[in-house]
C-alpha cells in the first residue's frame, strides 16, 4: 500500500511571510491522500486573498474542520459556502451561540451572523456535529469536544455567553485535528481553548500512539501566567517532538519563551505561508 503524505499549509494567521496577508485568525489547509482538507475560514478574509495568491483552490476542498465557533476562526464561513457547494463541515457541539470575550469591553465574540445563516442553510446531510472523537478516514482524527482534565489549564481568556459577564464559556465546542504518522502524531489546533496538555493527553488516550512528532496552532498562551507556562514547556520538552510551531494567539512573547526552554531548533514561530510536511500517515 502507497504511503500518504500528510502536507498542511498555513493560510490565515497573525503573522504572514512576504506577500501575503496577515490578520487576528487562523485557517489551514491539509493536503493528504488526495484529499483537500480545510481546517478554520480565519477572521476577515485573508484566507481568501492568501489561498489565491498561494494557488489554492479553496472550492476543492472536500472537508471543513471547524475547530471552534470563535469569529478568528468562522469568520468567512458564509463565503467558503457560497463558492464550495459539497464540503462536508465537522464542528464540535453547539458553535454559534452568542458570545463574548471581555478585552476589556465585551466584545461579541461568536460566528458573524452571516457565517451563522449560511451554516444554518446547509442540507443536514453536510453538516456534522461531532460529540465525541471521529475518524475522517483512517489515520485522519477530530477530537470533538476534549475533556478538561489538568489543574493547571483554562481556556486562556475572559470568556462569557453574555455582555454582562454572568455566564462563564468554557468553549466547550472547542476542539483539534490529528494525523497519526509513521513517526508519532502530529497534531493541528485551532486556538486550543481546551488547554494542550488536555488535547495531547486526550489524541494519545483515542490514538493509543504516545509519540507526539509535531504540533501546529494555536496554542493560547497569550495570557497564561509563569506557572502554565512552565509547566506546558515542561511537558513539550518530554514529548520530545520534532516540530512545534505555535501559532496565531499563542502570543509572540509565550512563543520566544517557548523557544528558549523547549529548543530553538524544535521551536519556530508560525505565519501564513508556511508549510509543513508532516510525515506519512501509517496506515
Ligand atoms: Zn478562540
Ligand atoms: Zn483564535
Not at 488547554?195 to 498562551?221: A, C, F, P, W
Not at 508560525?270 to 508532516?278: D, F, P, R, S
Request: glycine residues 10%.
Amino acid at each position: 500500500m502507497s504511503k500518504e503524505s500528510v502536507k498542511i499549509t498555513l493560510l490565515a494567521d497573525n503573522e504572514a511571510a512576504p506577500g501575503l496577508e496577515k490578520e487576528h485568525g487562523f485557517a489551514a489547509w491539509i493536503e493528504v491522500g488526495g484529499r483537500s482538507i480545510l481546517f478554520d475560514t480565519g477572521h476577515t478574509g485573508v484566507l481568501q486573498t492568501n489561498a489565491a495568491r498561494l494557488g489554492v483552490d479553496l472550492k476543492q476542498a472536500d472537508t471543513l474542520v471547524i475547530s471552534h465557533g470563535h469569529r478568528d476562526h468562522t469568520g468567512t464561513l458564509a463565503q467558503f459556502l457560497a463558492e464550495n457547494d459539497h464540503a462536508q463541515l465537522y464542528f464540535a457541539g453547539n458553535i454559534d451561540p452568542q458570545r463574548y470575550w471581555y478585552s476589556p469591553e465585551p466584545d461579541p465574540y461568536g460566528m458573524p451572523q452571516d457565517s451563522r445563516e449560511a451554516l444554518a442553510a446547509l442540507p443536514a446531510s453536510r453538516v456534522h456535529s461531532c460529540n465525541a472523537p471521529h475518524y475522517l478516514a483512517p489515520g485522519i482524527g477530530i477530537t470533538g469536544p476534549v475533556p478538561r482534565l489538568s489543574s493547571f489549564e483554562d481556556t486562556g481568556g475572559t470568556f462569557y455567553f453574555d455582555a454582562e459577564r454572568k455566564k462563564i464559556d468554557q468553549i466547550e465546542d472547542d476542539q483539534s485535528m490529528w494525523f497519526e504518522t509513521d513517526e508519532g502524531l502530529v497534531v493541528l489546533l485551532g486556538c486550543c481553548h481546551s488547554g494542550l496538555s488536555n488535547t495531547i493527553d486526550y489524541i494519545r488516550k483515542i490514538s493509543h500512539i504516545e509519540q507526539v512528532r509535531g504540533v501546529v496552532g494555536g496554542m493560547h498562551l497569550l495570557q497564561a501566567n509563569e506557572q502554565r507556562l512552565s509547566k506546558t514547556f515542561a511537558l513539550m520538552t518530554d514529548w520530545h517532538a520534532q516540530f512545534l510551531i505555535p501559532c496565531h494567539c499563542t502570543g509572540m512573547e509565550s512563543a520566544k519563551k517557548m523557544r528558549a526552554a523547549v529548543g530553538a531548533d524544535i521551536v519556530s514561530h508560525g505565519h501564513a505561508g508556511m508549510v509543513i510536511e508532516a510525515g506519512q500517515l501509517a496506515a
